[in-house]
């Protein structure tokens, strides 16, 4: 999704974008704790090998799946923080140039008062130095 995309959706969108993130995270922690559940069957497997050299066959195996799955897990979580910090800063961006217009808008009235007071000030001035 391009920065113009983001910058197009809604605060809501943005918030969905975050849940569907958070679903991931939750799922890959579903991933995890099964890994581990295997792991733990493997580990139970390798108590009851006859002898050293399948045990460290095993071994290998439920140390390369782990690894593989932990190294999963991270890219995953950390593709996710990326694009989060994307967003906030994207959402960040957004709120100060919408504070700056309002600032702008704002200085614009205040300038547009000012000029009004200044005529009327001026006007009030002639309209007695006419009378006086």
Known sequence: MTDQEFKRLSRAQ??????????????????????????????????????????ALEINDCFRSAQNAAEQYLNEIKAIREETEAQRQRILAEAQAEA??????AKKKHGDY???????????????????
């Open 100 to 105: 700056e217009a309002i600032l702008g808008g």
């Open 14 to 55: 943005l918030i969905d974008i975050i849940y569907q993130f958070q679903l991931q995270i939750d799922k890959l922690n579903e991933e995890k704790q099964e890994l581990e559940r295997e792991l733990a069957d493997k580990r139970l497997r390798l108590r009851n090998a006859g002898n050293i050299a399948d045990a």
């Open 114 to 132: 000012d000029s009004a007071i200044e005529a009327i000030l001026k006007e009030y001035g002639q309209s007695h130095s006419d009378n006086g």
